[in-house]
């Protein structure tokens, strides 16, 4: 069973910047889309930035020009670069992927990490 592990979470002062990072506890490439989605405490969860297989990405309006989202296939991770924090990007965040392979076999599937709390004070 794969699983994905973040880490990097934490408190930060508001304009303070932090970056989480999500690793496949096992080799899962080639992968198609691997994102990081968050939720707000009393909210549901919601895209936070995604990057599929080409490279191209999507960014919520709320963190555009603040996160950069970047992978590495060849070790099976995903970052998330966050700057410019504000009290509004306190969520718990979760690491994505969409379709993976293993063992030469592809899997339409979607795994999602654990997740790792980030909270920013004002």
């Known amino acids: 069973q794969v699983q994905l592990v973040e880490s990097g979470g934490g408190l930060v002062p508001a304009g303070g910047s932090l970056r989480l990072s999500c690793a496949a506890s096992r080799s899962i490439s080639p992968i198609n889309t691997m994102a990081w989605y968050r939720q707000p405490p009393g909210k549901q969860r919601d895209l936070v930035a995604r990057m599929f297989r080409g490279g191209s990405t999507d960014y919520a309006d709320s963190v555009k020009g603040r996160f950069t989202i970047s992978r590495d296939d060849a070790k099976n991770t995903v970052d998330l670069q966050m700057n410019s924090l504000g009290p509004d990007d306190t969520a718990v965040y979760y690491c994505?992927?969409?379709?993976?392979?293993?063992?030469?076999?592809?899997?339409?599937?979607?795994?999602w990490g654990q997740g790792t709390q980030v909270t920013v004070s004002s």
């Open positions: 994505y992927v969409n379709g993976y392979t293993r063992d030469n076999h592809f899997y339409p599937n979607d795994i």
